[in-house]
T-cell receptor, first 113, second 114 residues
Framework: GEDVEQSLFLSVREGDSSVINCTYTDSSSTYLYWYKQEPGAGLQLLTY???NMDMKQDQRLTVLLNKKDKHLSLRIADTQTGDSAIYFCAESIGAGNNRKLIWGLGTSLAVNP | DTEVTQTPKHLVMGMTNKKSLKCEQH?????MYWYKQKAKKPPELMFVYSYEKLSINESVPSRFSPECPNSSLLNLHLHALQPEDSALYLC?????????????FGPGTRLTVL
């Protein structure tokens, strides 16, 4: 069945780069997403990547996709304390009106001053 | 307007009460979603409406009843809930259930069932 896995915790120092990793199982996934959730808040879409791309950059965020290994990563450059949050990876499965997201368990990022 | 709004922010209800959660978006999106989220867990999909028609029901108990009165509004009617239904209920919308299908989330309603 479909499954998305992430490491649960990551701790970095302010100013360092953070790399959050994700693996997925459905090779037919067309889009993969990264969401951020701060305590007590909803989910914020950070970025997404289409499966025929291997890299996407948006300001401090870089997404790398290795489709052969079904591995996705999110790199945050110059990590700030405001980046402390839970980061969820999600893959889109299904077709048409039956499309839905399969979510990883989330990686809790702690940024230490 | 790039927001999804949800009301109320907090709701406390007894197991015999009937209440409703409301969600609204004015981005012209034609797909809307209800999710349930427990603390520090990923969101769990409950329902999907596409072009105002229910397209996915993830075997949700009948004490949760969704309604999509028009393309901008989504309601979730609650009746005879159990304490284990206490959670953050999130609404999301996307342009359609096709294409890149980025989902935009509201801030959620924190529900406590006593």
């Amino acid at each position: 069945g479909e499954d998305v896995e992430q490491s649960l915790f990551l701790s970095v120092r302010e100013g360092d780069s953070s790399v959050i990793n994700c693996t997925y199982t459905d090779s037919s996934s067309t889009y993969l997403y990264w969401y951020k959730q701060e305590p007590g808040a909803g989910l914020q879409l950070l970025t997404y990547i289409f499966s025929n791309m291997d890299m996407k950059q948006d300001q401090r965020l870089t997404v790398l996709l290795n489709k052969k290994d079904k591995h996705l990563s999110l790199r945050i450059a110059d990590t700030q304390t405001g980046d402390s949050a839970i980061y969820f990876c999600a893959e889109s499965i299904g077709a048409g009106n039956n499309r839905k997201l399969i979510w990883g368990l989330g990686t809790s990022l702690a940024v230490n001053p | 307007d790039t927001e999804v709004t949800q009301t109320p922010k907090h709701l406390v209800m007894g197991m015999t009460n009937k209440k409703s959660l409301k969600c609204e978006q004015h981005m012209g999106h034609r797909a809307m979603y209800w999710y349930k989220q427990k603390a520090k867990k990923p969101p769990e999909l409950m329902f999907v409406y596409s072009y105002e028609k229910l397209s996915i029901n993830e075997s949700v108990p009948s004490r949760f009843s969704p309604e999509c009165p028009n393309s901008s509004l989504l309601n979730l009617h609650l009746h005879a809930l159990q304490p284990e239904d206490s959670a953050l209920y999130l609404c999301a919308s996307s342009q359609a259930a096709t294409g890149s299908n980025e989902q935009f989330f509201g801030p959620g309603t924190r529900l406590t069932v006593l």
